[in-house]
């Protein structure tokens, strides 16, 4: 059961590729593997520390105020990381300007707290966040390595292909530095990952039809 709901949300229930969730983090911060790393662990552990905390005292939290609690424990977990960013790795913090802070607006933290630490003790809770977590990072890391590999030659920042301005043959990519490039390869991911797993393709909403119907005169 805990291993089910570690893997489930890597790829049948992946919070980014199939419930398109997270999108914005998800193609601001990645055209580096190191930002999409760092974004990664600390969404992760945000999203696994909050929903232990409600999961926790869910049973002493009145419904109507259940949001506003839910999003004061996600931000006062995300000034935490923001704060230890700064004061540990200051040069990161700047690279990923606000996108650390907006952690407590994105739809993957509050969604798995209200829908399922709500409902289920602590451990669970903690597990099934990490999982959704660790689904949200794979698909970080997968477009932010692209992103840098094509765009700049290297990962992590260490040079991979050597450039022509550095005497080799690769020239690079600039367009995947971009914002557009980053829907592309998030578009291709979400397509290849129903193309594997078909039961993943939603139902059409409508039918459509056998054939026009005739113009009137």
């Not at 992760?44 to 520390?49: E, R």
């Not at 980053?182 to 397509?191: D, K």
């Amino acid at each position: 059961m805990a291993l089910k709901q570690l893997s489930d949300p890597l790829f049948d229930k992946n919070p980014v590729a199939v419930h398109i969730l997270g999108i914005c983090s998800a193609l601001a911060v990645t055209t580096s593997m190191s930002t999409a790393l760092t974004m990664s662990v600390a969404l992760t552990v945000v999203v696994t520390l909050a929903a232990g905390i409600i999961s926790a005292i869910r049973a002493h939290i009145p419904n109507q105020v259940r949001i506003i609690l839910q999003l004061t424990i996600i931000a006062t977990l995300v000034i935490v990381a923001d704060q230890l960013l700064q004061a540990f790795a200051f040069e990161m913090s700047q690279r990923l300007t606000v996108f650390v802070s907006l952690i407590a607006t994105n739809c993957i933290v509050l969604g798995r707290t209200e829908a399922y630490a709500m409902h289920n003790p602590p451990v669970p809770a903690m597990l099934d966040a990490m999982g959704n977590g660790l689904g949200y990072s794979l698909v970080l890391m997968a477009v932010a390595a692209i992103r840098e590999l094509f765009g700049a030659g290297s990962l992590f920042g260490m040079q991979v292909l050597i450039t022509q301005a550095d005497g080799g043959w690769f020239v690079p990519l600039r367009l995947m530095l971009l914002a557009p490039s980053a829907f592309i390869i998030l578009g291709l991911l979400i397509w290849a990952l129903r193309a594997w797993r078909p039961r993943l393709v939603e139902a059409r909403e409508f039918a459509l039809r056998g054939s026009r119907p005739e113009a009137r005169p």
